[in-house]
C-alpha cells in the first residue's frame, strides 16, 4: 500500500439520469477537479445506457473519471457525496438520479465492507460485472491489473456475455438530451 500522502491512482464511475445528463457529470468532473489533492488525469467518452439493477424509464450517461489523489477512500467518498447531494442527489427520492459517483478502485487499496450495509468496498465489487462501467473504464485503462479480479480491466470487459445496457458512445461537447 503507499505510504500516506502519497498520491494514487484512482477511477471513479460517473452516472446520470435526470435533467441535463451530461451537464451533470462535466459539473461534478469540474467540482472534483478543484479539490486539494486530486489532480483530474483524464475523463472517457460519454455513454447512453438503459438502467441496470434498478427500474426506470430515464436513460443513463455514464462515464469514468481517471484522477491521482493523496485523499484517502473515506474522506474521498464524503466529498463525492457531498458533490452528489450539492447537485440534487436524494438517496430517499428512489432509484434515478441526477448523479451518482462511484469509487470503483484506488490503487494500492483494498476495502472490505458490506455494500448491505453502506459500508464502502474497495475495488467496487459489481464494477468487474457490469458493461456500463466497463466500457468507459477500458477506454481509459484497459491494461490495469486488479488483483481481487486476477485480470485487466480489458480482460474482464472481454469476459462480458453482453454489453448491454451500453446503448451508444456520446460526444461530451453536444448537450441536447
Not at 74 to 87: A, D, K, S
Not at 127 to 155: C, H, I, N, Y
Request: include cysteine; aromatic fraction near 6%.
Amino acid at each position: 500500500m503507499p505510504e500516506r500522502g502519497t498520491s494514487r491512482r484512482t477511477f471513479i464511475g460517473l452516472g446520470s439520469n435526470l435533467g441535463t445528463r451530461r451537464a451533470n457529470c462535466l459539473e461534478a468532473v469540474r467540482r472534483i477537479s478543484r479539490k486539494d489533492g486530486i489532480q483530474v488525469v483524464a475523463l472517457s467518452s460519454a455513454y447512453e445506457t438503459e438502467p441496470q439493477d434498478i427500474v426506470s424509464e430515464n436513460i443513463f450517461i455514464n462515464a469514468v473519471l481517471e484522477m491521482r489523489t493523496v485523499l484517502e477512500p473515506g474522506p474521498l467518498l464524503n466529498f463525492l457525496l457531498e458533490i452528489e447531494g450539492q447537485m440534487g442527489r436524494d438517496r430517499n427520492m428512489g432509484p434515478d438520479r441526477t448523479l451518482d459517483l462511484d469509487i470503483l478502485f484506488m490503487e494500492g487499496v483494498t476495502v472490505s465492507g458490506s455494500r448491505e450495509e453502506g459500508s464502502l468496498v474497495l475495488p467496487h465489487p459489481r464494477a468487474g460485472k457490469r458493461a456500463f462501467v466497463l466500457v468507459p473504464w477500458a477506454e481509459l485503462a484497459p491494461d490495469l491489473f486488479v488483483e481481487s479480479w486476477g485480470k485487466t480491466v480489458g480482460q474482464m470487459l472481454d469476459g462480458l456475455e453482453s454489453l448491454h445496457p451500453v446503448l451508444r458512445k456520446l460526444p461530451w461537447q453536444r448537450f441536447e438530451e
